[in-house]
């Protein structure tokens, strides 16, 4: 892999690399629609996401190429920052070079870089920021610039933010730049204090399936979740409340009376529920006990399509699947109106699991889900090519 992508770097740019980075995807176990509201989340770091390759240039231009989109050919850049729609996914690098700027990092030459990634998109493993972290690593380290890493993921925070407009919380750049192998990530999103939770998965596996049913989050209903999110903590605060994270499910009552719409407070109650199962899920996973963290898990599906409204037909019918295929948990991951669940299964059972996921499905939606067996992976990292080619 690592080769072809050497080579595509020159034949499309016509000299060598300099650097290579790798950022990872992400799937989150348990935590969902937390993040902006300052809550709790709990997600893990994969072994698919992004790479890019770069070279510095003698003038000030970049260019962007991803092999996973060639119809869009080479988005070059030569000065105006601006975002345009038509440049579509290079809106995310570029948003990152354009906020490194505008936090005083000074990019005195340009760049040519390559992407490829092998996370499906919009499928809710996080691709975008797996393109951002990717970009931003490889800038840090060919600039010298040696930027926090936790100001670097707010970086690109920022870039998804304000370039290119999807109001998301910090849990998916956090995750892809600080995640570890073989660790969960258990991440108070109000103070970003995080807890690095060991995952001994030996005798399970975590798979994801991907629905098929594809959402971008910047014309879904995603803006709306949080919104609506929004209006319910402002409520409650109003009513002396500091932190939606600090409410357990025994003040639902007070909340209830409090918030006079029933879709706000569906939205605030799978908040509510949906912090106090994360921590609930990290302890559980403490101990070692990946029944009682599989049982939140469909909780917090069930919240997910109840109370958040954020599911859809085909994600509840694979997480019903999973269960009765044998799966310790299930629910919908990422934003939700599409995209993928993730279950937890026994190693033992992983084949005949994916056979029964693909012929049910096949047979309701007449789609055949894509199944992908992940592992956990440390978070983005970049490195220099030629000090590696030297290191032999
Ligand atoms: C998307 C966002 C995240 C988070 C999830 C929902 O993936 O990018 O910040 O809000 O949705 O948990």
Request: with cysteine; net charge negative; proline share 4%.
């Amino acid at each position: 892999m690592r080769k072809e992508l050497l080579i595509e770097f020159q034949e499309i740019f016509e000299q060598s690399p300099e650097y290579q980075s790798f950022a990872p995807g992400r799937v989150n176990l348990i935590g969902e629609h937390t993040d902006y509201t300052g809550g709790y989340v709990f997600p893990v770091a994969l072994d698919i996401g992004t790479y890019a390759l770069g070279r510095k240039r003698p003038d000030r231009i970049f260019r962007f190429f991803s092999i996973n989109e060639p119809e869009q050919g080479i988005v070059e850049i030569d000065g105006d920052w601006e975002y345009r729609k038509n440049h579509e996914w290079a809106n995310y690098p570029k948003g990152v070079v354009s906020i490194l700027m505008n936090h005083g990092y000074e990019m005195d030459k340009g760049m040519d870089i390559l992407f490829y990634g092998n996370l499906p998109r919009g499928a809710g493993l996080s691709s975008s920021a797996s393109i951002e972290l990717a970009a931003a690593v490889l800038l840090d380290k060919a600039y010298g610039f040696h930027i926090e890493r936790i100001k670097l993921l707010s970086c690109c925070r920022e870039a998804e933010n304000s370039y290119v407009g999807v109001n998301c919380g910090i849990m998916d750049q956090f995750i892809i730049g600080m995640g570890e192998k073989n660790r969960g990530l258990l991440l108070n999103t109000g103070d970003l204090t995080f807890q690095q939770i060991p995952l001994p998965l030996e005798e399970y596996r975590i798979l994801i399936i991907n629905s098929m049913v594809r959402r971008s989050l910047t014309d879904s209903g995603y803006n709306r979740c949080i919104e609506e999110a929004k209006a319910g903590e402002k409520v409650l605060k109003d009513q002396g409340i500091h932190q939606l994270r600090d409410l357990t499910p025994e003040d639902l009552p007070f909340v209830e009376k409090t918030i006079n719409d029933a879709g706000i407070y569906g939205r605030i109650k799978h908040i509510i529920t949906e912090n106090h199962r994360t921590t609930e899920g990290a302890e559980k996973l403490r101990a070692v006990d990946f029944q009682g963290f599989g049982e939140l898990m469909l909780e917090s599906h069930q919240s997910l399509k109840e109370d958040f409204q954020v599911s859809i037909p085909q994600l509840d019918t694979l997480v019903q699947d999973s269960v009765n295929l044998g799966a310790l948990g299930a629910r919908m991951t990422g934003a939700g109106f599409g995209g993928c669940i993730v279950a937890i299964v026994p190693r033992t059972g992983v084949e005949n699991f994916k056979e029964g996921i693909r012929k049910n499905y096949e047979k309701i939606y007449g789609l055949t889900p894509e199944i992908y067996l992940v592992n956990s992976s440390d978070g983005a990292k970049c490195k220099s090519i030629e000090s590696e080619v030297e290191k032999r």
